[in-house]
Every structure is written in structure tokens, then in C-alpha cells.
């Protein structure tokens, strides 16, 4: 069975947008009206936040969510920079067995 879906971070000039999406490789798509709508309809009502490692933070907290519930996240945890629409990096992929201890392993001692 296949869950196809990821928690996307998408980076954007204005910063950061965090959401579990469906079919992600319609970001792969040339740039379209299609593809703007789907990133409007996926990301626009979500929180914008400047700081990358608390984009991290907040995928690493919808991820544990949905396999503390039994779910499954079939393409992990993904960042897609883009420039508005234009993609212009590929996906970077965290791997699903260091992916939570990484964002909140024991390395940091920092309470914050």
C-alpha cells in the first residue's frame, strides 16, 4: 500500500512553510498554473517562519504525530527551496532512523 506522501519544507524568499502533502512530484513539474496552485493550496494558510531549524522543528513534530498514530510517511521529511514558483534545488531528504533523534537528539544541552 502506498501512503505517497512527505512533509515538505518549502523554503521561499520570504522563508519557511511546513506541511504533510500528497503526490509531491507535482513540485517537479515545469512551472504552470497548476503547479502554483498546488503549492498555494498546500502551504498558503500555513504558518510562514524565518528560521530554518524551526521549519525542521515543526516537520520533526507533524512526522512524530503521524507515526505515533500508526500512519506511515512514505517519503520522509523533504526541504524544496524555491524561488517564487521556479524550483531551483532538488529535494534534500532526512532519513526516517536519524530524522527525530537528529531535531531532538541529546546533543543539543541548550533548554530553549
Known amino acids: 500500500m502506498s501512503a505517497d506522501n512527505t512533509v515538505m519544507i518549502l523554503e521561499t524568499n520570504d522563508g519557511f512553510r511546513v506541511a504533510e502533502i500528497q503526490a509531491a512530484e507535482n513540485l517537479s513539474e515545469p512551472d504552470s498554473e497548476f503547479k502554483r496552485e498546488y503549492i498555494s493550496a498546500n502551504f498558503a494558510e500555513k504558518p510562514l517562519l524565518s528560521c530554518e531549524q524551526d521549519a525542521w522543528k515543526q516537520a520533526a513534530a507533524i512526522y512524530t504525530t503521524i507515526r505515533a ?9 523533504q526541504l524544496v527551496k524555491l524561488d517564487g514558483n521556479k524550483e531551483v534545488a532538488t529535494p534534500s531528504w532526512a532519513e526516517e532512523d536519524d530524522f527525530c533523534s537528529e531535531i531532538y ?3 543539543d544541552d541548550d533548554d530553549d
Open 69 to 77: 498514530s500508526g500512519g506511515y510517511v512514505e517519503y520522509g521529511v
Open 105 to 107: 537528539g541529546d546533543k
